[in-house]
């Protein structure tokens, strides 16, 4: 061991989503608080963690050859994550690991590096502050309020890698929200892998927060969060008819005018395959509610293309939603089967050249609206929050960018300003993903 006063050193490589980086960041806490050194490098550890991703074929190998790397370079490897839930995978290809469990596995996996490092005899409890050790930059933050899903989305394994619903403590997740802006974070991200469902699996039981009762539930939990008195923004919203409720909560300025829905498609045929809910129809419609009583909303939302089965005028009618829709934020993504995932089973899947060729014709299409709809902007003034400064300016992001996955905000003149600022800035281009603004 290196360090000359034995404390026991982690190593730790944190692969996937933000999901999976809240249940790295679990571990980190649970690591530091029992008073363990979390290390750098591999040769300075006593042993690594992996927090694996299993979601698509290319994240299995990559962290397959993680797991690989920390074996050749350090030797004692704990797995955990969502490849961890495929076991036998993991054992196969890596038999030397010390262990593996799945994901949302703190304790376990703390049981097993009690198991293979002890201890340390002195806690450094003191030392790990409220609000955890977390991955993100010291502005922003990921807030997990369940993990599972209920839904059985045919394209999706994520059910089988993690469960059913389970919701967080309403309390549990209104003191980390506190803890995490009482330490500096301007910016809360919900996420779950179904954020409108919270609640569902207690019957929306009340619990306490601050002294008063407060439901599970995605609304009431929208509206505390927006007392913190930061931008609180809702990721992973399944569309469910409650999901109207929020929007008044945007209007009103309590939560960002945010909503990030995956649709995934809009033909009725195509989404009852998917065993999704909703026709185009009744989603358009509800869209120009939505507008109508919040006109500064962004929507995003994702979208599957060339899934089994879709037929050229299906597609088309993706396309025409699309255009009807003038969503601001669009990902899509060709059908790609995933391991275990019930479509796989359907027939007719289409030819990799057509889905990649639809793939092409969609996003070409929504830059266009996407352009469109970033130019309007141009002229107006916007509160943004500071993600980085050096000498060419500083960037920023709007109440319609979410870190890392939307547009950013140059803000030429903005040198001076320090990381984590709320500013506002008066728009001056736009291209199709981004703007540019000046100090207002
Ligand atoms: S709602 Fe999301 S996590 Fe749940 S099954 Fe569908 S795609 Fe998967």
Redesign the pocket.
Known sequence: MSNPIAIPKVGFVSLGCPKATVDSEHILTRLRAEGYLISGSYQDSDLVIVNTCGFIDSAVEESLDAIGEALAENGKVIVTGCLGAKGDVVRQAHPRVLAVTGPHATDEVMAVVHQHLPKPHDPYSDLVPAQGIRLTPKHYAYVKISE??????T?????SL?GDLVSRPVGEVMQEAQNLVNAGVKELLVIS??TS?YGVDVKYRTGFWGGRPLRTRMTELAAALGELGVWVRLH?V?PYPHVDEVIPLMAQGIILPYLDI?F?HANQRILKL???PGSSDNVLARIKQWREICPELTLRSTFIVGFPGETEEEFGELLDFLKEAQLDRVGAFAYSPVEGAAANELPDHVPPEVQQERLARLMLLQEEISAERLKRKVGKTLTVLVDEVDEEGAIARSSADAPEIDGLVYIENGQQLNVGDFVEVKITDSDEHDLWAEIA
């Open positions: 599972g899903c209920n839904h059985r989305c394209f999706c394994i994520i059910p993690r892998q179904d469902a992973y399944y995956p995934q998917m065993k999704r």
